[in-house]
């Protein structure tokens, strides 16, 4: 999870110690502080601003300093107490071109009149159509902190992916068309510049690696497995590709890359579920077949989680008990596997999606608590459907008989309750594929992504 640097700005006209009648100072700095704590112990660093401001003066001189700050992800405007809403709209304004997220925020009570200030604000805000999150809540309130700790992670979010490159390596796998890049719309709305690479630089990196290469990475790899690693070229060209995507994305400059898989590697050099599994758990950004959706999708859950991200097919879902089975045609990251199904090697195990072969992943995920997630496009237009989830991992006793439903039992498992209506999600679903991501967080950090971009969310 990144450390969003959010700026702190109170606000308010009657400042500089000035009491109301009864002689209590307007502004409350006992109050001012515990808010600060609080942001602070939500793993969120402030940049605070020193100067309480009133005045259209004050209000230029500090949104001027913080638009030209690279560093800064977003603003939380605090309500000190009232304040003349035209003094500070129009600075106010200006900092919202560099598209950064705007929190105003107003802690109750009614000594100080903060609420005033807060709404008068918020108000201002509406007139011009100036986006923004107004939070009305104490500091001790976890949902308070919540909502504002989710506004400021997904602006940190929106902010580090404008000017980033993703790359690709061959073309569309699989006939899928729900996954396929219209490169500008991605430059329009998150700023991402999309870049290809055939596959045939890929296999000449691949068997350029050294052994000495090779056989250094085996010792990094077996601490997540169960079993040894198999010897032998096919494993030898799995690490080898693995290791050639890892070297042409840092040469590239990629912050993440969807890859074609088959038809082509798969046959050619090698299946690509080993390789992948490794990449996801090295916590970068990827996905199959061109499935750049999927692959943005990673990207979210991955840097706004603490944990690796698991994507696979919505292979079954039971609209009775809410149960939904993930899985990955042999990807899935070994850190996720749980106490019933521990990581180990397979074949990819399937000739007609890649005759070459490779190594591929077999596990059962852990337990725990997080979200499903998949951005998508109805009719050229981004969607993000997610849904609070549930993982769980089967009794040993029944855990043989739940794995050859499939057909497939050595390919990577996930089961999934939803925590949701399941008819809306079975029509709201946008692609085969669904994203895993571990941590409750994630579900009102994507959401607050949404509204930060201006992509419908399909909250479920």
Not at 8 to 23: Q, R, S
Not at 65 to 80: N, P, Q, Y
Not at 284 to 294: E, G, K, P, Q, V
Request: hydrophobic share 40%; aromatic share 8%.
């Amino acid at each position: 999870m990144n450390m969003p640097k959010v700026a702190f700005v109170v606000y308010g006209v009657h400042k500089d110690g000035l009491c109301d009648p009864m002689g209590t100072p307007f502004i409350d700095r006992k109050v001012i502080l515990q808010s600060k704590s609080a942001l602070r112990a939500a793993k969120i660093e402030l940049i605070e601003h020193n100067i309480i401001i009133a005045s259209k003066d004050e209000a230029r001189n500090c949104f001027n300093k913080l638009k030209k700050r690279d560093d800064i992800d977003a603003v939380i405007l605090f309500s000190g107490t009232w304040v003349w809403a035209a003094h500070l709209i129009g600075a106010l304004r200006d900092f919202a071109k560099t598209g950064k997220g705007i929190v105003i925020w107003t802690h109750p009570g009614s000594q100080g009149w903060r609420p005033v200030g807060g709404m008068v604000m918020q108000a201002a805000c509406k007139e011009i159509g100036l986006p923004h999150r107004y939070v009305y809540g104490t500091a001790n309130e976890i949902k308070t902190i919540e909502q504002i700790s989710a506004y400021c992670h997904a602006s940190s979010m929106k902010c580090w992916l404008e000017m980033s490159t993703f790359g690709a390596f061959g073309g569309r796998g699989m006939g899928q068309t729900c996954g396929v890049c219209d490169p500008s719309q991605w430059m329009k709305i998150f700023g991402i510049d999309i870049d290809s690479r055939d596959t045939t630089e890929l296999i000449r990196t691949a068997e350029a690696i050294s052994f000495s290469e090779i056989k250094t990475a085996r010792k990094k790899i077996q601490k997540f497995f169960a079993k040894p690693i198999p010897s032998g070229a096919i494993a030898d060209k799995s690490i080898r590709l693995y290791l050639a995507i890892k070297e042409i994305m840092k040469k590239e400059k990629w912050e993440g890359y969807t890859i074609q898989s088959f038809p082509g590697l798969g046959d050619d050099y090698s299946a690509t579920c080993f390789a992948q599994s490794m990449i996801l758990n090295d916590r970068i950004a990827t996905s199959t077949l061109s499935d750049f959706n999927t692959l943005l999708t990673v990207k979210l859950l991955n840097d706004l989680g603490d944990e690796a991200v698991y994507y696979g097919d919505l292979q079954h879902i039971d609209k009775t008990t809410k149960e939904i089975k993930i899985i990955g045609d042999g990807t899935c990251p070994p850190s996720l596997a749980g106490e019933v199904g521990p990581a180990e090697f397979a074949e990819h195990g399937i000739p007609t999606e890649g005759a070459a072969g490779g190594l591929s992943v077999s596990l059962v995920c852990k337990e725990g608590k997080g979200v499903l997630a998949r951005l998508g496009r109805n009719n050229g237009d981004f969607e993000l459907v997610v849904t609070k989830c549930s993982v769980f991992e089967p009794s040993p006793d029944e855990l043989k008989k739940r794995r050859l439903e499939c057909g497939i039992p050595f390919w990577p498992h996930a089961f999934v309750t939803a925590e949701c209506d399941i008819e809306k999600l079975v029509q709201a679903w946008n692609n085969e594929y669904a994203c895993l991501g571990y941590g409750t967080h994630l579900y009102d950090e994507l959401i607050a992504f949404g509204e930060l971009t201006g992509i419908k969310v399909i909250a479920l």
